[in-house]
């Protein structure tokens, strides 16, 4: 089985602050971990993907990814928030045993402040 | 043109009434997804399929069906529309081999109320 958990439905930065979003995944194999951004009347389309190469994982947008095995974390970090990252943020795992199948997190609205 | 597209955009029904969304993507991707959001909860997903013969239940099937008709389209309907059934409906492709293996491509969405 497979999970994910975002912590914080919402989170509020100031611009030019760091913006970091927490998601934390369960998988009985090894994973591959998604992050996805959906703007106001958009789809979800992808920030970035890890499928067990480098474990830090840079995206679009400045954002980016470290993934750790021993925290099962897969946290979003991007060093000074833009007006234009106000979205909503999701983060999906996956595996080879899961049929291509992912699981998403409930999702995390961002904010950002001038 | 967009890689994945969903008609209509906005649905407004009422109780009772049978429902289709449609869904085309022109990417080639083999597998094709119906999830629906609302708020708080995430995506949740309703039907998936690997090629047009093969169809599968998601999460919470109950009270939809789907129909692949081609590797290009896949229709979700509801036969008998109910209330908390209204939220936001999207489609999305992924592909079995490749780079971007099972990435996700959505489609914008389709926005049903249900009366």
């Known amino acids: 089985a497979q999970s994910v958990t975002q912590l914080g439905s919402h989170v509020s930065v100031s611009e030019g602050a760091l913006v970091l979003l927490r998601c934390n995944y369960s998988?009985?194999?090894?994973?591959?971990l998604f992050w996805y951004v959906q703007y106001p009347n958009q789809g979800l389309q992808l920030l970035l993907k890890?499928?067990?190469?480098?474990?830090l994982v840079k995206g679009i947008n400045g954002f980016e990814a470290e993934f750790k095995k021993s925290e099962t974390s897969f946290h979003l970090t991007k060093p000074s928030a833009h007006m234009s990252d106000a979205a909503e943020y999701f983060c999906?795992?996956?595996?080879?045993?899961?049929?291509?199948?992912?699981?998403f997190g409930d999702g995390t609205t961002l904010t950002v402040k001038p | 043109d967009a890689d994945v597209t969903q008609t209509p955009r906005n649905r407004i029904t009422k109780t009772g009434k049978r429902i289709m969304l449609e869904c085309s993507q022109t990417?080639?991707?083999?597998?094709m997804y119906w999830y629906r959001q609302d708020p708080g909860l995430g995506l949740q997903l309703i039907y998936y399929?690997?090629?047009?013969?093969?169809?599968n239940k998601g999460e919470i099937s109950d009270g939809y069906s789907v129909s692949r008709q081609a590797q290009a389209k896949f229709s979700l309907s509801l036969e008998s529309a109910i209330p908390n059934q209204t939220a936001l409906y999207f489609c999305?492709?992924?592909?079995?081999?490749?780079?971007?293996?099972?990435?996700?491509?959505f489609g914008p969405g389709t926005r049903l109320t249900v009366l």
């Open positions: 399929s690997f090629d047009v013969k093969d169809i």
């Open positions: 990417k080639g991707h083999d597998r």
């Open positions: 998988s009985s194999v090894p994973p591959y």
């Open positions: 999906a795992v996956t595996s080879n045993t899961n049929a291509g199948k992912s699981t």
């Open positions: 999305a492709t992924s592909r079995l081999a490749g780079g971007d293996t099972d990435t996700q491509y």
């Open positions: 890890y499928t067990s190469a480098a474990t």
